[in-house]
């Protein structure tokens, strides 16, 4: 059995934010939770972006890989999103929220500061 270092875990739930812009070019902010399965290897973790960077892989399939569920998405209704591959497609589909679940997703595998200094 191997031994896990104090304060990792294999599964992170964070606070992400999809900034939906509205007609009138007014950005609302839209609040929701991820969890992801966390890489624990650095060089994976290289490997998995740079497989999208480069063409091999796409967003979709490695949040499909990663995403193990969200809470706080819901239609216009209010009605709550249920986490499944096919609404994982409809909601990858739309710019804002696809970004703040692929923001999600580095900061998960990459650590705040590495996505911060990555995107400088």
Do not use: C
């Amino acid at each position: 059995m191997s031994k896990v270092l104090k304060g990792v875990k294999n599964e992170i739930t964070l606070q992400v934010t999809a900034n939906v812009m509205d007609d009138m070019g007014k950005e609302t902010p839209v609040k929701f939770k991820l969890t992801f399965k966390r890489i624990p290897d650095r060089k994976k973790v290289k490997e998995v972006v740079d497989s999208v960077a480069h063409g091999e892989n796409d967003d979709l399939s490695v949040i499909q890989e990663y995403l193990l569920g969200w809470s706080g998405i819901e239609f216009d209704d209010g009605t709550p999103v249920e986490f499944n591959d096919e609404n994982l497609e409809m909601v990858m589909t739309d710019r804002d929220y696809a970004r703040a679940i692929v923001d999600g997703f580095g900061k998960v595998q990459l650590g705040y500061k590495a996505l911060q200094a990555k995107n400088s």
